[in-house]
């Protein structure tokens, strides 16, 4: 079977390009732009009690650069296989969790603040994580090992029919 084939549920979500959001980093980005250029490039340094040069590249890598960039390229990826589900929260992550050891899963309606502490990939409690994006919906997955693991989704509901349906497949005798 091929490669692509054996994806049973693909979901890619990215963060919702809200107009606020994308203004506040644009500003961000611009305030550091501006003081790199002003300080670095032309040697004029900005304010009463200006920064090293080396905490303005420093400030304006991460905050001029890394930043923004990283905004636009992270998504959460999520593919349903033969035998596991991956999970990936580019550029950080990457996870696999073998239907071997879930013990339960549900489609459901969830607070990813009050339960998780917000989007992201996130856990209050060393038992529970959560990979999200936007919304709260997901698939909630209880694993043999006593841990829990919350899958954002959007296509929450086809997420888990993807997953029963595999696991359904794995547990078959051959």
Do not use: C
Not at 53 to 69: R, T
Not at 72 to 77: A, D, E, F
Not at 84 to 104: C, G, H, S, T, W
Not at 140 to 165: P, Q
């Amino acid at each position: 079977m091929s490669e692509q084939n054996s994806v049973a549920f693909r979901g890619v979500q990215r963060f919702r390009r809200v107009w606020w959001v994308m203004l506040l980093i644009a500003g961000i980005a611009a305030m550091t732009w501006y003081t790199f250029v002003q300080q670095i490039i032309l040697g004029h340094p900005v304010g009463t009690n200006p920064g090293s040069d080396w905490s303005v590249w420093l400030i304006w890598l991460v905050f001029g650069i890394g930043f923004p960039a990283g905004f636009i390229i992270m998504r959460l990826v999520v593919e349903v296989r033969e035998d596991q589900i991956n999970i990936r929260y580019v550029p950080f992550l990457r996870r696999r969790i073998p239907f071997a050891d879930i013990e339960k899963y549900q489609a459901r309606t969830y607070s990813p603040i009050s339960e998780y502490g917000g989007w992201g990939i996130k856990g209050w409690h060393r038992d529970r994580i959560s990979y999200s994006i936007s919304g709260n919906l997901g698939v909630e997955l209880e694993l043999k090992t006593g841990k829990w693991v919350m899958i954002g989704s959007r296509r929450a509901d086809e997420l888990a029919d993807a997953i029963g349906a595999r696991m359904a497949q794995t547990q078959r005798p051959q």
